[in-house]
């Protein structure tokens, strides 16, 4: 298995920007997609965007344009920049990886507080 650790959640300024850092390490490689959740105060968890082992990426039709998903294979990292912040984005976010052969993701990081707030 492995163990995911995010890291760059913060308080940040509506219009601000900020980038999540996902670390990977144990039984970690590179046929893992991974991807960002986020679940807000009182609602339920949302994926916010995913990459694949091909560096295919699909995002929230509410993060489009603003979120962008990407990986540092070397480093075993992933990243969330996140442009353009809103209050809507205050959330609890999430790093998840799963294998290929994986029906749901498998792996889970603890989390990392993002508040946007004047």
């Known amino acids: 298995q492995v163990t995911l650790v995010e890291s760059g959640g913060g308080l940040v300024q509506p219009g601000g920007s900020l980038t999540l850092s996902c670390a990977a390490s144990?039984?970690?490689?590179?046929?893992?997609?991974m991807a960002w959740f986020r679940q807000g105060q009182g609602k339920d968890r949302e994926i916010v965007a995913s990459?694949?082992?091909?560096?295919?990426?699909l995002y929230a039709d509410s993060v489009k344009g603003r979120f962008t998903i990407s990986r540092d294979n070397a480093k075993n990292t992933a990243y969330l920049r996140m442009t353009n912040l809103t209050p809507e984005d205050t959330a609890i976010y999430y790093c998840?990886?799963?294998?290929?052969?994986?029906?749901?993701?498998?792996?889970w990081g603890q989390g990392t507080q993002v508040t946007v707030s004047s």
């Open positions: 998840a990886a799963k294998t290929v052969t994986s029906t749901k993701y498998t792996y």
């Open positions: 990459i694949g082992v091909s560096d295919v990426t």
């Open positions: 144990g039984r970690f490689a590179n046929a893992h997609g």
